[in-house]
């Protein structure tokens, strides 16, 4: 694993991969520790800004006849991607889903799911002991309260792996105002899913054009 201080420690979308993990209505129901709708705009937000930047997203369910499909805002960013339903618990006790992540070579792997004390610890934990930088996304995750996803936050960054929300995971990955091609992009997720961010972006945004 790469140092977990230092510019190299940031995310860069060259060498992302983002895993998204069982948002699906049954895993919803129970989640306490966020207000769901939030959980929601948070992880489309994120998919979004995947998009954005280009990084490979891999999509997962777990007994998705049972569950639910997929969140439909979640699915409609990657319309024609079918999710990989699962019977393990554990995402990456998959080969399919580790399969998928090998083939791009990537390394900072980027994990969002529900429940946070469950499917995104376990593949977490163990995608550390392989070697690969893990970038836990809090909120786009939930758990069945807020102790216990918590808990599982600590549990994870105490193994190493690194917390982050949504947002500052689009940060790093646009790093640079310079980089304009990817510009636009940020500037629509914000607006969509961004709050009080998006709010003062459009305020900006309606400065620059009264000054033009």
């Known amino acids: ?63 998705g006849e049972r569950g639910g499909h997929i969140l439909k ?22 080969a399919r889903v580790v399969e998928a992540v090998k083939k791009t070579g990537r390394k900072q792997l980027v994990l969002a799911a529900l429940w946070t004390e469950i499917c995104l610890a376990m593949p977490a934990i163990q995608a550390l002991g392989e070697g690969y930088d893990v970038f836990i996304v809090t909120d786009a995750s939930g758990g069945v309260s807020v102790e216990a996803h918590n808990m599982a936050v600590h549990r994870m960054a105490a193994a190493g792996a690194v917390p982050m929300t949504w947002l500052a995971v689009a940060g790093e990955w646009q790093r640079d105002w310079a980089r304009e091609s990817t510009v636009p992009g940020v500037a629509s997720i914000l607006s969509d899913h961004g709050g009080a961010s998006g709010i003062a972006l459009a305020w900006e945004m309606q400065l620059l054009g009264l000054r033009s």
Not at 35 to 55: H, Y
């Open 1 to 63: 694993m790469t140092a977990k201080t230092g510019l190299d420690a940031l995310l860069r979308p060259e060498d992302s991969i983002v895993v998204l993990i069982d948002h699906q209505p049954y895993q919803f129901a129970a989640v306490q520790s966020h207000d769901p709708t939030l959980v929601a705009n948070n992880v489309i937000g994120l998919a979004k800004a995947a998009r954005n930047f280009n990084v490979p997203t891999i999509l997962t369910t777990v007994l």
């Open 73 to 94: 805002g979640l699915q409609d960013v990657f319309p024609d991607q079918t999710p990989i339903d699962r019977t393990f618990i554990n995402t990456w006790q998959d």
